[in-house]
């Protein structure tokens, strides 16, 4: 299967950008999808092929992919945003991967 | 606006099968394209794809649990059934079920179904 890394956690104060990142083997020639998982919640997503946002999620999201790293970024780190974050990809070998999570943390 | 539920049991016991059914609207398993996945949480821990059933019945499963699962449609009842073999206690988890998206060679799930925790444990 496809190794998707992603650190476990990231800090961040209110107002600052956080990046998240999710590693994997030439990765930026693949789509990359993220999710939001709030505690007791089912996940959420935010952001697919790479840089997308569904509707309804803000601008503040973003998301970009290239050689071995994909990052989802969030702008202006609001408390609401604390909650695990998942990368995920599909390919016709792996068919569908999951990254660890990313716990990020408002400070 | 598309929705999910996974129904079964909420405790079975080791060596014994489960069955968990995702009941869905807002969509139909007959549209080409359309496909509908399970995935898998245990408590504290990351996400783990399981299976996904597409529009033309095409199926794919996890490598690591292939021999276990198996996923069927009911496209008149707008539901989808997995079942896994052999449960273990490792194998406690929320379950979930998500409506597939796809583009150019992409696919992930959006939205996904509340949830559903199984507990394996005699």
């Known amino acids: 299967s496809y190794v998707l890394t992603q650190s476990p956690s990231v800090s961040v104060a209110p107002g600052q950008t956080a990046r998240i990142t999710c590693g994997g083997d030439n990765i930026g020639s693949k789509s990359v999808h993220w999710y939001q998982q709030k505690p007791g919640q089912a996940p959420v997503l935010v952001v697919f092929?790479?840089?997308d946002r569904p509707s309804g999620i803000p601008e503040r999201f973003s998301g970009s992919n290239s050689g071995n790293t994909a990052t989802l970024t969030i702008s202006r780190v609001e408390a609401g945003d604390e909650a695990d974050y998942y990368c995920q990809v599909w390919d016709s070998s792996s068919d569908y991967s999951f990254g660890g999570g990313t716990k990020l943390t408002v400070l | 606006q598309i929705t999910l539920k996974e129904t079964g049991p909420t405790l079975v016991k080791p060596t014994q099968t489960l069955t968990l059914t995702c009941t869905f609207s807002?969509?139909?398993?007959?549209?080409?394209?359309?496909?509908v996945g399970w995935i898998r949480q245990p408590p504290g821990k990351a996400l783990e794809w399981l299976a996904v059933?597409?529009?033309?019945?095409?199926?794919r499963y996890s490598p690591s649990l292939t021999r276990r699962l198996t996923i069927t449609k009911d496209t008149s009842k707008n539901q989808v059934v997995l079942t896994m073999t052999n449960m273990d206690p490792v194998d406690t988890a929320t379950y979930y079920c998500?409506?597939?998206?796809?583009?150019?060679?992409?696919?992930?799930?959006?939205?996904w179904g509340q949830g559903t925790l199984v507990t394996v444990s005699s």
């Open positions: 092929d790479d840089s």
């Open positions: 059933i597409y529009w033309d019945d095409d199926k």
């Open positions: 807002g969509f139909s398993l007959r549209t080409g394209g359309v496909g």
């Open positions: 998500a409506h597939r998206r796809y583009g150019d060679y992409s696919g992930w799930f959006d939205p």
